[in-house]
């Protein structure tokens, strides 16, 4: 069983910055695709950023090309989702999945992903 536990959310101004994290378990950290999902009220969960096993290749969703970066630290079996020019519209909890898949591919789909942390919430005011 991999446990995934997010940190870091939290209330900031527009154009203002956080950095999530994220830990997982697991012996086999370095077959794990990481990813972020973000989902805000009455909308449905969306596919954030995501960094491949072999951290040789990240997938970003088109809002956030530019803003958010993903990093992952092999040595502590951590990801990271540093956010900068946050906007309103960021405003959602903010989900770490993994799934064990070795290779470069990156899943966009929440189904494909098996753990999943508990949330932690970004809220950006205007």
């Known amino acids: 069983q991999v446990q995934v536990v997010e940190s870091g959310g939290g209330l900031v101004e527009a154009g203002g910055s956080l950095r999530l994290s994220c830990a997982a378990s697991?012996?086999?950290?370095?077959?794990?695709?990481m990813a972020w999902f973000r989902q805000a009220p009455g909308k449905e969960r969306e596919f954030v950023a995501g960094?491949?096993?072999?951290?040789?290749?990240?997938l970003y969703e088109d809002s956030v090309k530019g803003r958010f970066t993903i990093s992952r630290d092999n040595a502590k079996n951590t990801v990271y989702l540093e956010m900068n020019s946050l906007k309103p519209e960021d405003t959602a909890v903010y989900y770490c999945?993994?799934?064990?898949?070795?290779?470069?591919?990156?899943?966009?789909?929440?189904?494909?992903?098996?753990?999943w942390g508990q949330g932690t919430q970004v809220t950006v005011s205007s």
């Open positions: 999945a993994a799934v064990i898949l070795p290779g470069v591919a990156i899943p966009r789909r929440w189904n494909e992903y098996r753990y």
């Open positions: 697991g012996r086999t950290w370095r077959s794990y695709v």
């Open positions: 960094s491949s096993g072999s951290s040789l290749s990240t």
